[in-house]
């Protein structure tokens, strides 16, 4: 498994990602994705996550965008040397996507929102791969 990493403003985000199999929803077949994030605070504040942002690319399908409060239901506050790590998932039309986006957080010292980048992660099932 590899981890996929990026730093904004003290804040480092690792994604790692998984294939959790198929199978039919509405007549469809659909491949299911899981991935886990953690959330480090590398940072000298503590900072709250507020909103997150996501472009999901489906190779078989439009982007799709989402966006909405927290993580799995969470505004998650964050101590400088401390990590928050979730995990979620997605289901795609087809065997190969990805995804990025970002998170809106808060320095609850100053005040100041910001925006954390999430890298680009990409899902794969291993049998699409040759």
Known sequence: MRTIT???????????????GTFFKNYKMHFAFGYT???ENQSKDLVQLNSRHWQIYDSLNEIEILDGEGVIGEKPVIKPGESHTYN???????TIGAMKGHYNMMNLESSEEFRVYIPTFKFSAPFALN
């Open 6 to 20: 990026q730093v904004t403003k003290g804040i480092k985000i690792s994604v790692n990602t998984s294939f959790e």
């Open 37 to 39: 994030i953690t959330i």
């Open 88 to 94: 979620s998932g997605c289901l795609l039309a087809s």
